[in-house]
């Protein structure tokens, strides 16, 4: 059973940054790849970014290329998400999640494990 817990979340102007970190409490958190989601009120949870079990590759979505950034640290079994240039679009509650099959999925049920979630709003 892997726990994930997603902090750094806030209010933040456009244009401005943050920083959100998921802690993850398992042993096996390097055979995981991680993603991260978003879901806005009334939406549809959607996929963000992804990362494979060994941090080789990343994906992100067409809405965050060049303004997002996925990484991760097996050593401190963490995965982090830098957010730069953020529009008020970018306002939700973002996820992070595990695959336990280690390579990098858009695809919501196919994630094992979820955090709670941490809001972020930007204004405008």
């Known amino acids: 059973q892997e726990q994930l817990v997603e902090s750094g979340g806030g209010l933040v102007q456009a244009g401005g940054s943050l920083r959100l970190s998921c802690a993850a409490s398992?042993?096996?958190?390097?055979?995981?790849?991680m993603g991260w989601f978003r879901q806005a009120p009334g939406k549809e949870r959607r996929f963000v970014a992804g990362?494979?079990?060994?941090?080789?590759?990343?994906y992100d979505a067409d809405s965050v290329k060049g303004r997002f950034t996925i990484s991760r640290d097996n050593a401190k079994n963490t995965v982090h998400l830098q957010m730069n240039s953020l529009k008020p679009e970018d306002t939700a509650v973002y996820f992070c999640?595990?695959?336990?099959?280690?390579?990098?999925?858009?695809?919501?049920?196919?994630?094992?494990?979820w955090g709670q979630g941490t809001q972020v709003t930007v204004s405008s």
């Open positions: 999640a595990a695959h336990q099959k280690g390579y990098i999925t858009t695809t919501a049920f196919m994630y094992d494990y």
């Open positions: 398992g042993r096996t958190f390097s055979s995981y790849a």
């Open positions: 990362i494979d079990r060994n941090g080789g590759s990343t």
